[in-house]
């Protein structure tokens, strides 16, 4: 029993090494931003490609959010850390956000993956960018295709009981195939001075 504590103990370090804090790139405020910027442009124009409804899905919302998430799965336990932001479509207004994921459930692998969430409901938004923690169980499966690919199971359209917003994911690199139940944290982050 001992042992077995160890070693899941000695895997939850390596994955934790694996994955990293993703901070924000850039030196300054102002290079984080256009870091930030770029991430949307091109992970909306992969998501409208893809998914040509989600136009309209993100103009008839109340917020939207765009993210960079890098995950690492090794079998038992799993890490991920990323960073983005969170538009609200009325207003225009951004909070930068950083994200970071605990997982426990087999399954393999490491990948890039670019979430979108699209609100219709306000609270639920409001909840969101104010950083909350979120339970989360399902099953995942992603694949790369050229040079982005789309990601199914749990993260892909309506989550069952999570009424109120629509997920998706777009896929940079790298396959994997999880089962896991999971711990998310995403938190507002200011920008560099």
Same mark, same amino acid.
């Given at each position: 029993m001992r042992s077995s504590g160890l070693v899941c103990i000695a895997l939850l370090s390596l994955v934790a090494g694996m994955s990293g804090c993703a901070g924000i790139p850039g030196?300054?405020?102002?290079?984080?931003?256009?870091?930030?910027?770029?991430?949307?442009?091109?992970?909306?124009?992969?998501?409208?490609?893809?998914?040509?409804k989600a136009r309209e899905a993100i103009a008839n919302s109340v917020g939207y959010v765009v993210?960079?998430?890098?995950?690492?799965?090794?079998?038992?336990?799993?890490?991920?850390?990323?960073?983005?932001?969170?538009?609200?479509?009325? %207003?225009?207004?951004?909070?930068?956000?950083?994200?970071?994921?605990?997982d426990v459930g087999g399954g393999w692998g490491a990948r890039s993956v670019r979430p979108v969430l699209i609100f219709q409901d306000e609270k639920k938004f409001k909840d969101f960018t104010d950083g909350v923690w979120e339970a989360q169980a399902g099953a995942e499966a992603a694949a790369k295709v050229g040079e982005?690919? %789309?990601?199914?199971?749990?993260?892909?359209?309506?989550?069952?009981?999570?009424?109120?917003?629509?997920?998706?994911?777009?896929?940079?690199?790298?396959?994997?195939?999880?089962?896991?139940?999971?711990?998310?944290?995403?938190k507002p982050v200011t920008l560099k001075e």
């Open positions: 030196a300054t405020g102002g290079e984080q931003a256009e870091t930030i910027d770029a991430l949307v442009e091109r992970t909306l124009a992969d998501l409208y490609n893809q998914d040509p993210m960079n998430n890098k995950i690492t799965k090794i079998p038992v336990v799993g890490a991920g850390s990323g960073y983005g932001v969170a538009i609200n479509t009325r %207003t225009g207004e951004k909070t930068y956000i950083k994200m970071m994921r605990f982005t690919g %789309t990601a199914g199971g749990a993260g892909s359209g309506d989550i069952p009981g999570k009424k109120g917003y629509v997920v998706h994911l777009i896929t940079d690199a790298g396959v994997s195939a999880t089962v896991t139940v999971g711990v998310i944290r995403v």
